[in-house]
């Protein structure tokens, strides 16, 4: 079935065990950009939220977030790692082109070698479209126990001298625990997809596709990635209240019976406007960028294991989740989680 | 109009009393501020204008002008 919105789709039998974030320990202010950008550091602040965000030391791959997070994940809820029958990776930043990361993550993690492994690239929507997979992937009964690890390093494909990038992304990596649960456990889910925003959030340089004297990216490093916010606020504003009013009725619970609105942490002023837009409650709109950046297909577990780690490990609660962004691809999801037993975030040694 | 206004002049960074038509945008309307006006209008009219014809704006009634014409559309 499709809606308004996107692919409508419902799981049952799926849950979510715990969520773990990892950050790697180096901080950077925003201080250390006055320099470079001078009155422009506030500026851009004012608009973006961000103070200060995690970045990634030279060596550290997207896999070390991941496996940090994963490690303590697994500890923490006692599974053991051979218990595990699949691990989806989803982010814009592999380690390699290839082999999958999933692959290396199953190896380092000590899980079977008939384990499920495999990437997804997606960015901000992959929050949304991994839990929608692992859940029917449970659902089929084929897997009882699956890991999905989103995350990024963004700042290295950030051009230091372009402000629109260079102070509002940030690096993370979160792994999330599903297993088989029972009747109750019901989850609905709309995606979607607009390719004709590609070009407006894209890294070109391209093996395949040489993009060198495309007019777009004049002057620019290829490698670096391109955003052109206007453009990408300009889809939100048009995409983004829909789907949260889509998402609601789909699953047919009050809007005051949730808990919490979970939105990718794009950027602050955009958050605050979609969330007045779509009629939300401020304070049920967590907003964690200004300590961690948008860090991309980790920014709603990061939420989870930050601002409402509480509130999920007090108790079940109903949660909406809404991603957006890179491709276009879009996807939210309507669910009760919680209690976890596990729900935190670590500083990857 | 007021509200739009009051908008405007706090994303251009003068008084409300010199938001008039003729008032030209000058430097201070860059990329944020485009983005800044998207959400202003999104506001004030609900209507989504595309970035690059506010880009292209000189003046505050070159903006007034396109709501207009989006209004119509």
Redesign the interface.
């Known amino acids: 079935m499709h809606g308004k919105t996107g692919q409508q789709a419902q799981t049952r039998g799926a849950r979510i065990a715990g969520v773990v974030s990892a950050l790697p320990p180096k901080v950077i202010e925003n201080d250390s950009f006055v320099e470079r950008f001078g009155d422009g550091v506030a ?2 602040t004012k ?1 973006t939220g961000v103070k200060s965000r995690h970045v990634a030391e030279d060596g550290v791959a997207t896999s070390d977030l991941c496996f940090a997070a994963g490690q303590r994940l697994l500890e923490g809820l006692g599974w053991e790692p051979e218990s595990v029958d699949g691990i989806i990776f989803i982010s814009q930043s592999p380690d390699y082109p290839l082999p999958a990361t999933a692959c290396l993550l199953q190896q380092r993690f000590g899980m079977r070698t008939t384990t499920v492994a495999f990437d997804v690239n997606l960015g901000c929507s992959a929050y949304p479209y991994g839990l929608w997979l692992a859940m029917s992937l449970i659902q089929t009964g084929a897997l009882n126990r699956v890991l999905i690890a989103v995350g990024d390093i963004n700042t290295r494909a950030n051009d230091p001298l372009d402000r ?1 990038v260079a102070m509002l992304f940030g690096d993370c990596g979160a792994v999330t625990a599903l297993e088989a649960g029972d009747e109750n456990d019901v989850a609905h889910f709309l995606l979607g997809t607009d390719g004709r925003g590609g070009d407006n959030l894209i890294v070109p340089a391209s093996r395949h596709r040489d993009r060198t004297g495309d007019e777009r990216f004049a002057g620019r490093n290829l490698d670096m990635v391109y955003m ?4 990408i ?2 889809f939100t ?2 995409a983004v209240p829909a789907l949260v009013r889509e998402t609601i009725e789909l699953a047919g619970v009050p809007q005051e019976d949730y808990a919490s609105f979970l939105f990718h942490q794009a950027n602050t ?2 958050l605050n ?1 979609l969330a ?2 779509a009629k939300l409650p401020k304070d049920k709109v967590p907003i964690n960028m200004d300590r961690y950046g948008n860090t991309s297909s980790a920014t709603i577990p990061l939420v989870m294991t930050t601002d409402v780690a509480d509130l999920l490990k007090s108790g079940r609660q109903r949660i909406a989740m809404f991603g957006f962004g890179v491709g276009y691809s879009w996807g939210s999801a309507s669910l009760e989680i919680g209690p976890l037993k596990v729900c935190e975030t670590v500083i990857a040694s | 109009m007021s509200e739009f206004y009051e908008g405007l002049a706090e994303i251009l960074e003068v008084d409300t009393a010199e938001v008039k038509p003729e008032l030209t945008l000058g430097e201070s309307w860059d990329s944020l501020a485009i983005v800044s006006t998207i959400a202003l209008i999104d506001d004030v009219y609900d209507i989504q204008v595309r970035p690059e014809k506010l880009a292209d704006c000189e003046t505050v009634g070159d903006v007034e002008k396109l709501v207009a014409a989006e209004q119509g559309a």
């Open positions: 500026e851009v608009m629109s052109d916010g206007a453009e606020f300009n504003l048009k002023f955009m406007h007045k837009k």
